[in-house]
């Protein structure tokens, strides 16, 4: 079964919604013609009764038609402004936006596969589930987002680019972070139990107290080089390019990217 790329599902919803207006029109415009029918039933003398019926019949429609087109182009105008507020730099506009898109069910699956999202500001969000697969989110704030539901899939960042993104005490347990690119991020007490890290980039990455496993030690997060994090884990060979293991663990790095199927990351 061929897989449904983002941009082909933009434009469906864009044309879904265009159907919806059209098919508005058309249940109107069956109205008037079947309330016409009714009407030359009742008044055969195709007088002045017939006239008058037909001409309110007329006006009533009229009004209906135009009402269904405000109504379209309002919420239309309405989705648009709340799909651009997501890329604010201020936390309200951008998490209230999200919340309203979900609610209103607004959020087209995938809809988040590969945008862009440079610098918003998504502290607290709820990504439940979501899917930010080859996303571009430079600088974004993730600061204290929640991401993690029994009830729920993990979110997907696969291939992500979240250079000098901050994702301070970020909730990111069992999340897929392959191949994604944390260098120069900020993930200090990030909470990555069971997270998935396989070719990851984290040079520089500040990674202070991060939780890498449960408090039980259950649950170890699996590192860029593909090994489970252990408590005698130097974090350095992985963030600091001047470390004497840095180069080996970048070459098993690069066999794991090239194996999932990304480009090696070079020094």
Known sequence: MTEISPQDQRISEAQNQGKELIY???????????IIWIGSMLFTDEGYATNVFTEAVSVIATIFIIDRINQWRD?????????????????????NALERLRREGWLPDKYFIGVNLNNANWQDADINGMNFEDSILKGINLNYVVSYSNNERPVIFRG???????????DLRSANLQCVSLRDANIEDAYLLNADLRGADLRRANVKNVKWKSEKGNYPAILPNGKLWTSD????????PNHPDYQL???????IRIQIGYRPLLY
């Open 249 to 255: 663990t970048l070459s098993e790095i690069n066999r």
């Open 160 to 170: 992500a680019n979240l250079q000098k993104a901050t994702l301070i005490s970020s």
């Open 24 to 34: 508005g029109v058309l249940i109107g415009i069956g109205l008037v013609l079947v």
């Open 233 to 240: 884990v130097d974090t350095e060979c992985y963030t600091n």
């Open 75 to 95: 919420e239309r105008r309405l989705r648009n402004e709340l799909f651009e507020q997501l890329r604010s730099p201020s936390t309200s506009p951008a998490v």
